[in-house]
């Protein structure tokens, strides 16, 4: 309100001084006289000013109309002027507004329209570093990649987007399963951003994959270096690495070295069973048994498993089934209740013909957890203290379409490995594989998994007992050891197979002769 009046009062007082000048020069006598040609012109007071304020604006005019046609001048002759920056900035924003609009149709799936948008921005913006993006990822969503590619060669020219270009071209290459190609278009946006978390990735992968073991532990360690690798997870990929460098080392020469690599993935990661597993027989090969039980009882403590224990009884190759199982008791009092220590006194007491013991020591896994191996293991005590073959037949039977346990089975895929590798053979994931009991797919069979241990036992008391050797566990096969005049730990499960032949083989015969 206060400034409303203030504008009202100032303009009344404008108005005044204005009018009050006027009148003063209509009053006052004088003028201004003007020659011109002979001609006399003379002007009042008032006159002449407002002749002074025509002359001004005239002259202002003259100016600008100078000014224009000299920037006229400059346009045609093709330097920057108002006119080209107006006209620059006309075509400025058609180029944005057709890139957004490129954009959009990039994000809503639109591939053939973000393409045209882009050569539109293009037309205009005259930014390739802009355009030649949304044109190539267009491009790859359209299923151009021919058009793709080039779009992503041309991006390779400039220095501000080389990396975006080697990084596409290396994921096109990928993509059609040209490795070799990507693994050097990995190494050289490594070499261009040894930041960037998907690159090292890729080049890790790719690295593995091509078990170039030394190189994927350099970009393991840049990738701890840079930050994008916990230290934990840093250590058991490199124990992975080692370890996967270890193995494949065959010559005998170097066996040394091969022990040296899996001692030191063992030290990097305990957990790491495969590790544990050769580091264990290196010290064994060294003579350092001490050594050798120690790294298999840390392993054991965090996760049993029978290479361990196959590992453990190489250590003393020469010993009775007797002083094995005295032995092996230094082992078993770890993780006591896991299911596998249990499987493990089972076998040993089995060996040494020690069947209630053994009977004790498997508990109720038969009626708990009860797969391949544990049936069959029961299968072998049964046999051992005398029960009929019909059911041994039966547990057998049994085991038949019983899960087949723990197995390497990938975390990415669910595939199932028959030895551990660092590299999934299925989905080339690294670092994958864990000792678990893989998903089970249910399993009809002809005659019925439920009536198969009594089809089996109907004909037990016509068929004749297997024989079996002196010292030989019915149900039970030796699993090898490094060593190959070592004692073995029993693991059951050749029998199965065996059996199974006559478990499918006798109900049809029994058939065919009624």
Same mark, same amino acid.
């Given at each position: ?74 346009? @045609? ?23 957004? /609009? ?95 978390? /998907? ?96 790294? @298999? ?36 009092? @770890? ?49 051992? /203290? ?103 730990? +029993?693991?059951? +499960? ?21």
């Amino acid at each position: 309100m206060l400034w409303s009046l203030t504008k009202i009062v100032v303009f009344v007082a404008l108005v005044g001084a204005l009018t009050l000048g006027a009148g003063y020069l209509m009053e006052s006598s004088g003028g201004l006289q003007i020659t011109v040609a002979g001609m006399e012109f003379t002007l009042g007071p008032l006159q002449s000013v407002i002749a002074a304020i025509l002359l001004v604006v005239a002259v202002w005019l003259v100016f600008k109309l100078f000014g224009l046609l000299i920037a006229v001048l400059k346009f @045609i002759n093709g330097d920057e002027t108002s006119l080209s920056r107006y006209f620059d900035r006309n075509r400025e924003k058609k180029g944005y507004q057709a890139l957004s /609009e490129g954009l959009m149709a990039l994000a809503s799936g639109e591939g053939r329209l973000a393409i045209a948008k882009a050569q539109r921005a293009e037309k205009y913006l005259q930014k390739p570093e802009l355009t030649d993006l949304v044109a190539a990822q267009a491009a790859e969503m359209a299923g151009d990649h021919r058009k793709a590619e080039e779009t992503y060669k041309r991006l390779l020219k400039n220095e501000n987007t080389r990396f975006v270009g080697v990084r596409g071209i290396m994921k096109q290459k990928l993509a059609a399963g040209d490795t070799d190609t990507a693994l050097q278009l990995a190494e050289r946006a490594f070499a261009l951003k040894p930041k960037h978390t /998907e690159v090292q990735d890729t080049l890790l992968q790719l690295q593995a994959q091509k078990h170039d073991w030394a190189g994927a532990r350099k970009t393991l360690t840049a990738k701890l270096k840079h930050g994008s690798l916990p230290r934990d997870v840093y250590k058991r990929r490199d124990a992975v690495l080692a370890l996967s460098a270890a193995t494949e080392i065959d010559d005998a020469e170097a066996s040394g070295k091969a022990a040296e690599q899996a001692i030191e993935a063992n030290r990097n990661s305990p957990d790491l069973i495969p590790a544990a597993a050769m580091a264990a027989r290196g010290y064994i090969a060294q003579d350092r048994k001490r050594n050798a039980v120690r790294v @298999i009882k840390k392993a054991w403590e965090s996760h049993p498993h029978p290479d361990l224990a196959a590992a453990f009884a190489a250590i003393e190759p020469n010993e009775t089934p007797d002083e094995r199982v005295k032995r092996f008791a230094h082992l078993t009092r @770890i993780n006591p209740e896991h299911r596998e220590t249990k499987l493990l006194r089972a076998e040993l007491n089995l060996a040494a013909e020690h069947f209630p013991e053994a009977r004790r020591a498997l508990g109720d896994l038969a009626q708990t957890d009860p797969d391949a191996r544990v049936l069959a293991i029961m299968a072998a005590i049964e046999k051992g /203290e005398g029960a009929s073959d019909a059911v041994v037949r039966g547990w057998l039977a049994k085991a038949l379409t019983a899960p087949r346990g723990p197995q390497w089975v990938c975390d990415n895929c669910n595939t199932i490995h028959a030895e551990w590798t660092p590299i999934c053979t299925n989905c080339q994931a690294f670092d994958t594989l864990s000792w678990k009991t893989p998903p089970q797919a249910e399993v009809v069979l002809p005659a019925g998994a439920n009536m198969l241990p009594l089809l089996v036992g109907s004909g037990a008391d016509e068929t004749a007992p297997v024989p079996v050797e002196e010292n030989e566990v019915p149900g039970v096969i030796e699993v090898e050891t490094a060593d190959p005049g070592a004692d073995t730990v +029993a693991a059951p +499960a050749a029998p199965v197979a065996e059996d199974a032949e006559i478990v499918e083989d006798e109900p049809q015969a029994r058939t065919a002769a009624k």
